[in-house]
Structure formats: C-alpha cells, structure tokens
C-alpha cells in the first residue's frame, strides 16, 4: 500500500492591498476577535491532510513572523509580484508531493473547498476551485450598459489552487511576464487544470463590505461552548486562604487535598465542562498522592491548554464567590489579573466577583466558601 502523498499549503501575504480601507493591509486587519491572517491560515493547520505550512510575508511585516513559526509554518519574503512570492513559497517546500497555493485574503476557506481539490489532485496535475457565473454580466463604458458578456462556462476563480509540486515549479521558473493566478501559469506550462466546487463564502476580502461579510461567516460557522462550574471548601485551621491565585490572611484556611483555591479549581470545571471532558476530579484524582498540597494554577493552566489543544478560543470567565468572610472586594482586581496570566487571557475577560447568602445556609454560618463559574469557548 501506497504512503499518502505529502501535501504543503502556501499562503500568499505579500501584498499590500488597501482598497478595504483602513491603517493596515487587509490581511492584517481585524476579523472575530483576530486578524484575518490568523483565520486563513488556521484552516489550513486545522486540516489532518496538510503536512506543512509556508507563509510568504512581505518584508514589512516580518515582525509578524515568529508569531507564525511558533505555529509550526515556515516563512518566506516575498517577491516584486506575486508569481514571484509563490516562487519564494515554492523554494521552501522540497519536501512535498503536492502544495496547495492560496490568498491570505480567503479566511473563510471551508474543509470541503480544500479536500475538493486535494481529491481531484489524485487523477491530475493541477485543479482549483470555481463558482459558475450565474449573473447576467455587461460590458460597461462611461459608467453605462455597452453590451452583454455570455457568461456560459464563465467560473469566478478561487483558492486553494492545488498542484504537482514539481510540475508547478517547474511552470513558474518558465513563465515569463504577470499572471492573474497560479492557473495561468500551470496553463501556461500545458498543465490540465481541474476545476473543482468552491463556494460563495470563500469570498476574497478586497473592499469595506467584504470585512463585515467575512465576520457573518465566521460567525455562521463557530462553535460556541459555555460550561459550569461549582465547588465547595470547608473552613478548617490555617491562618490564609487561597482564592484565585491570591493569598489573603484569615483566621482560618480551607480544607482540601490541593491548596484548596475554591475560585481556581471552579473555572478548572467550567472549561472541562465546556469540553465536555469531565470535571478536576477525573484529570486530577484526589486519591493520587502527588497533586497533596498542589498549587490549583497547574489544573486550571491544565484546563486552559486542553481547550486550545481542541481548537478553542477561551472568551470569556466569570467567577462568583459566596462567603460571609474574607472580604474579597479588595482582591478582586488582583485575583482578575493572576487567573487572566494562567488562562491566557486579557483580564478584561475575568470576572471576579462576590456575594454572601444572606447569613443562610453553611456560608452564611461562616463554616466554608461556595463558588459558581462559568466559561466561555469559542471554535471557528
């Protein structure tokens, strides 16, 4: 049996497109929360058939560029032109049988674009997703109707286009003069081309709509997960407690085989929870002598890394303690700031807050603190 072929995604990010508006080019402007870069080439290091990643930069932008080999991409400069980028692209991925060639302008790239492709690559050379022409198309001067275009067998080109890898190496180092895409050049080349279903959402960002219609996509698309949390500590002897991540004198401390951090290990359960992946206790079992005494930042550090192991993004974290005593209103703040530093997040995005139960029930006789949480997971 035959070894699958090794396949590598160029991503072309060179230009400096600014008819969308704004400070910055387009692939650098923000899209739900990132930029649009990060979601172009997210699909393709989500995708288990690409085994390589090279992003081709402009020299502008390579401050960005660890950011991506952190990743696992490659870099390359780009060129004077894009077949000239590509070239660059192309010089770093020897080692692949196939490479898919596409614009960091396409954030919205679905899995089924992409292994439409790579499947057509199996019986040829060369293919690339299309959109049959469905509206009626005129030929305009001076701002009117000159005259009507057949569109029969017209196709809207897209990306990822997908080749050979040898064979469109070879076709760019032969090409001469400017080409619209890497279709032209493999033609150019005598390279069939297939072409293969793309998609209306797979939309090329290039003016000031195409930003907002980019978001209502990625939108469409996310998987947005929302876990609970609950947990309870018993007061016992000690003279401090530790409440998310902040040590705060008291004339008692809490109870439990950890360092009994109620608020930490709470928000640990509400992102298992969002995982639907268990709860501390099953990933941390008390019964397991080495977690005695542990710091609660290491099952909730746990818990964070989980998450964006999956593909999640951790959005949002509300922490509500109940307690009579201590005071947890002069902590807040630093409590906010020590959980965003082991989630990993801005600490606009960590609630921290208290209430007590009115003098009802085991908190409001003072014998342990109470904690409610919710997390917040988004997927795109």
Known sequence: MSSPPRIAAIIVAAGRGTRVGGTVPKQWQALCGKRVIDHTVAAFLNHDRIDSIVVVLNDSDMDQADGFRASGCLIATGGADRAASVRNGLALVDGSDQVLIHDAARPCVSRAVIDGVLDALVDGPAAAPGLPITDALWLGEDGEVAGTQDRTALYAAQTPQGFDTAAIRAAHAAFEGTAADDVEVARAAGLPVAITPGSADNLKITMPGDLTRAARILESQMDIRTGNGFD??????????????????????????????????????????????????????????QWKGAASHVFLTHAADLARSHGFTLTHVDCTLICEHPK??????????????????????????ATTSERLGFTGRGEGIACLATATLVKL
């Open 232 to 289: 309870v500590h018993a007061f016992g002897p000690g003279d401090h407690v530790m409440l998310c991540g902040v040590k705060i004198d008291h004339n008692q401390g809490l109870v439990g085989h950890s360092d009994a951090d109620v608020g930490m290990h709470t928000v640990t359960d509400a992102i298992y929870g969002a995982l639907a992946m268990g709860d501390i206790g099953q990933h941390f079992p008390p019964s397991d002598p």
């Open 328 to 353: 947890v209103g002069p902590h807040a703040a630093a409590m906010r700031d020590v959980m965003a530093m082991y989630l990993g997040i801005d600490a606009d995005r960590v609630s921290v807050k």
